[in-house]
Nanobody
Framework: QVQLVESGGGLVQTGGSLRLSCAAS????????MGWFRQAPGLEREFVAT????????YYTDSVKGRFTISRDVAKNTVYLQMNSLKAEDTAVYYC??????????????WGQGTQVTVSS
């Protein structure tokens, strides 16, 4: 089992920044690709970004490219999502996930509890 705990969400104004963190613990958490997903009210959970085991490979959904950056600290077993130039449409609960490198929910076996990000105009 891998346990994931997100932190760093909150309320921010349009154009502002937040950094989300996801600490992994348990069985070989460092050996999984990590992803961020988000779910806005009434919508499906959608892919945001993913990073490979070594941190070399990353991939983003088009709507966040150039604004969000995913990274990981292998020594700390933690993955980050730096979010800049935030927009109202980024408002959602953000989930961290561990699994295989991909963009589908089914690529990930382990999920955190989520952290709320609210962007106000």
């Amino acid at each position: 089992q891998v346990q994931l705990v997100e932190s760093g969400g909150g309320l921010v104004q349009t154009g502002g920044s937040l950094r989300l963190s996801c600490a992994a613990s348990g069985r070989a958490g460092y050996s999984y690709a990590m992803g961020w997903f988000r779910q806005a009210p009434g919508l499906e959970r959608e892919f945001v970004a993913t990073i490979g085991v070594s941190g070399t490979f990353t991939y983003y959904t088009d709507s966040v490219k150039g604004r969000f950056t995913i990274s990981r600290d292998v020594a700390k077993n933690t993955v980050y999502l730096q979010m800049n130039s935030l927009k109202a449409e980024d408002t959602a609960v953000y989930y961290c996930a561990a699994g295989t490198y991909g963009t589908k929910r089914t690529d990930y076996a382990y999920w955190g509890q989520g952290t709320q990000v609210t962007v106000s105009s």
